[in-house]
């Protein structure tokens, strides 16, 4: 399969979970406030894979349908 359509099937099975793919930006001092907030360790701070997770486990805390959060 192309690379054009190994991204295409990529976004077609996220789309069909309900997902989206958003590349962001994460500031050291957000990276800081997560680690303060034990989501992600101190020795992982460089980590991209760890400091995902513990956005996603943000996310999951704070967003999630029983607080309140559309989806």
């Known amino acids: 399969m192309s ?3 190994s991204r295409m099937s990529r976004y077609r099975a ?9 590349g962001i930006e994460v ?3 957000e990276v ?8 992600v360790a101190e020795q992982d701070r460089n980590d991209c894979t760890a400091i995902r997770d ?18």
């Open 3 to 5: 690379t054009s359509g």
């Open 27 to 29: 500031r050291n001092t």
């Open 32 to 39: 800081s406030e997560l680690v303060r907030r034990g989501l």
């Open 54 to 71: 513990a956005i996603y486990r943000f996310f999951d805390t704070h967003l999630s349908t029983r607080h309140g959060a559309a989806q």
């Open 14 to 22: 996220r789309r069909k979970r309900g997902l989206r793919y958003v």
